[in-house]
């Protein structure tokens, strides 16, 4: 258990309106990721941070946006969620301690209807 | 370039009987590999990993080894269980601290 908690479990909304979800850790780790799932894709990497105010694009970036104003907090946000956006979402992060092993949240099902 | 290819699913099997899950990568050099696990409504969990060529990573009774001739690290149990039913994610270690993943092989043991 690496202290990851992500919020809200489940979401349900609307074409065209903002959705924030949060990722939580309490364990100081300097690198965190968001990916989405899909059938058919395994993980895709949407965006991470390498420390605050530090981030980068994934693989599937577009429509997406992340901010991180502090080391326990990673946010994901779509601006204007649209239907493919449907997917589990999943913050990890990368273990201070093991290298380069990362760590999974238990995920965020986001349906947009 | 730098990719995870694993077999595809689903993979049925009886209780007992023996697993093998492939996976094979393209990377240049010699990256760290990984095998994740995800049960049914949870997030992925680290299953075993191999940090070098020639590794044996092992768990619950899991076992992958390290082939850099055959740039692979394929996933095997000698007896599953129910128990075991999930999906097996293959990943190896991408640029900039980040995972490569495959996309995953679902496996269902049957009693």
């Known amino acids: 258990d690496a202290g990851i908690t992500q919020s809200p479990r489940h979401k349900v909304t609307e074409t065209g309106t903002p959705v924030t979800l949060r990722c939580h850790q309490t364990e100081n780790h300097r690198y965190m990721y968001w990916y989405r799932q899909d059938p058919g894709h395994g993980l895709r990497l949407i965006h991470y941070?390498?420390?605050?105010?530090?981030?980068d694009k994934g693989e599937v970036s577009d429509g997406y946006s992340v901010s991180r104003s502090k080391t326990e907090d990673f946010l994901l946000t779509l601006e204007s969620a649209t239907s493919s956006q449907t997917s589990v979402y999943f913050c990890?992060?990368?273990?201070?301690?093991?290298?380069?092993?990362?760590?999974f949240g238990p995920g965020t099902r986001l349906l947009v209807l | 370039g730098n990719s995870v290819t694993q077999m595809e699913g689903p993979v049925t099997l009886s209780e007992e009987a023996f697993l093998t899950i492939n996976c094979t990568y393209t990377?240049?050099?010699?990256?760290?590999l990984f095998w994740y696990v995800q049960y049914p409504g949870e997030g992925l969990q680290l299953l075993l990993k191999?940090?070098?060529?020639?590794d044996k990573g092992s768990n619950k009774g899991f076992e992958a080894t390290y082939r850099k001739e055959t740039t692979s690290f394929h996933l095997e149990k000698g007896s599953v269980q129910v128990s075991d039913s999930a999906v097996y994610f293959c990943?190896?270690?991408?640029?900039?601290?980040?995972?490569?993943f495959g996309k995953g092989t679902k496996l269902t043991v049957n009693p």
């Open positions: 191999a940090t070098k060529a020639d």
């Open positions: 990890a992060i990368r273990s201070h301690r093991e290298g380069e092993t990362q760590y």
């Open positions: 941070s390498y420390g605050v105010k530090d981030t």
């Open positions: 990943a190896r270690k991408g640029g900039s601290e980040k995972l490569v």
């Open positions: 990377a240049t050099g010699y990256p760290s």
